[in-house]
């Protein structure tokens, strides 16, 4: 396994900041069965004490669900660890964990009445409080599993060999499914670990979708094809009319399921306006296109002018190149943890959309700065060689997902390819 090797390698183990309280998304106490201290003042705290252990002998983190135990281990350096034993389970909860309700926003599911109590109150508080907006520019999904989990459904809109015409303009190009299991993976790879855990999945419409949907609006755009099969459209800004219909097999269709954050009630977020964020006009053009000079003003703009955030921006710019996606406008981070943490690598459905061509203005951020990280930079080198090729590596860990093949090879063979640019970029940037 080229997977298991590299993550043995040393530039996979470098040690992160010990972690400290404060450094913690969630304080649990292990005094009672289930209390959390958020962001902010918000406190939720079961009504009845507990021992440190349970009679089982176990902790009261011990009988948290896999997505609870994701959302506790959050801290200011990582979305996940390196060695996630959680990972494996998690993406399995992802791709089998029954679906008891959906819809294009996060509505609470019955509560059984043999929930234990800590179960109970901890959903009540999670599931009242996790209302996301529905709309967006395509159609998106949230599933609810019966321990409370949540996750967020990318039906499939196009094939694996399909490539998105040149002459489409990037904001008005299709949401891939699998551009999300993909990024997940490579995000992964990278060693950024940015991108919440995302598994492939064939969901039954009728049964998972339609019979036990609590969206009315959602409900309405659900037919029978002249083919026989079940199709939806749902709603939203694009690509949600009949003419763009999602239609199973007779029922069956793919889709990405990515584990849900932490609801923003519960962990505020912040969301940040990309520098380099394209203009989204048919003929007009950005700044950073116009001026060779930009990154100079942008060293000098908060939050770039200090820390390591200009430098986190290049890893997304890095991996943005490498799976051809034009659409970052906007990047998010915990509010808790100020200026001084990770971004959130979310929204990663419009790549892998090319692998026939490349675009050099992504990687306008690094060109123009001429900054990265060194242990970045190093792990770059480390995936162009043989032994740890990125396009071996990304195959390998996309071998395990339920829908694989996730990529169709052109794809990941495009990977070695742009991983070359982005090191010739840095070498013309260290010889400058």
């Known amino acids: 396994s080229k997977l298991a090797a590299l993550f043995k390698h040393p530039l996979y183990n470098i040690p992160i900041p010990e972690v400290t309280e404060k450094d913690k998304l969630f304080v649990v106490n292990p005094m009672e069965k289930f209390s959390l201290h958020s962001s902010g003042s918000e406190e939720w705290v079961s009504s009845s004490k507990a021992e440190a252990l349970l009679p089982t002998g176990k902790t009261a983190y011990d009988t948290y669900p896999t997505w609870l135990k994701f959302h506790v281990g959050i801290n200011r350096y990582e979305l996940y660890p390196r060695q996630d034993p959680l990972m494996p389970t998690l993406l399995q909860d992802l791709a089998t964990q029954k679906v008891v309700s959906s819809g294009t926003t996060s509505l609470p599911a019955p509560l059984p009445a043999a929930l234990p109590r800590r179960w109970l109150l901890m959903s009540l508080i999670l599931m009242s409080l996790a ?4 709309g967006g520019t395509q159609l998106k999904l949230i599933m609810t599993f019966p321990n409370y989990g949540q996750a967020l459904f990318k039906p499939m809109k196009q094939t ?10 990037y904001f008005s190009d299709f949401e891939r499914h699998n551009a999300e299991i993909a990024a997940f993976h490579l995000d992964r790879i990278l ?5 919440p855990p995302v598994s492939g999945r064939l969901v039954n419409i009728t049964k998972e979708i339609r019979d036990i949907t609590t969206d009315k609006k959602l409900a309405k755009t659900f037919f029978i094809s002249p083919a026989g099969n079940v199709c939806f459209y749902g709603v939203c800004s694009y690509y949600c009319s009949t ?6 097999k007779p029922d069956l269709l793919e889709g990405s399921m990515a584990a849900l954050l932490p609801d923003k009630a519960l962990a505020k977020r912040r969301s940040w306006r990309s520098p380099w964020r394209r203009s989204y006009h048919k003929s007009k053009k950005a700044e950073w296109e116009l001026n060779p000079n930009y990154c100079a003003q942008v060293r000098e703009t908060p939050p770039y002018d200090r820390g390591h955030r200009l430098l986190d921006l290049m890893d997304m710019t890095v991996l943005d190149f490498l799976m051809g996606n034009m659409d970052r406008h906007h990047y998010e981070t915990f509010e808790k943890f100020g200026n001084d943490t990770f971004l959130l690598h979310l929204d990663n459905g419009r790549g892998f959309g090319t692998h026939s061509r490349d675009e050099p203005s992504i990687l306008a951020p690094l060109q123009q700065c001429c900054s990265i990280k060194k242990s970045t930079y190093l792990r770059l080198q480390l995936l ?17 997902d339920p829908l694989s093949p996730v990529l169709a090879e052109p794809h990941l063979q495009a990977l070695d390819r742009r991983l070359e640019k982005v090191l010739a970029v840095v070498g013309h940037c260290l010889a400058r």
């Open 243 to 248: 003419e763009h219909a999602l239609c199973g």
């Open 191 to 195: 060693d950024f670990r940015r991108i």
């Open 131 to 134: 209302v996301q907006k529905s």
């Open 160 to 169: 694996r060999d399909q490539e998105t015409p040149a002459d489409f303009f």
């Open 384 to 400: 162009a060689t043989k032994p740890y090729r990125l396009s071996d590596l990304l195959r390998e860990a996309l071998a395990t």
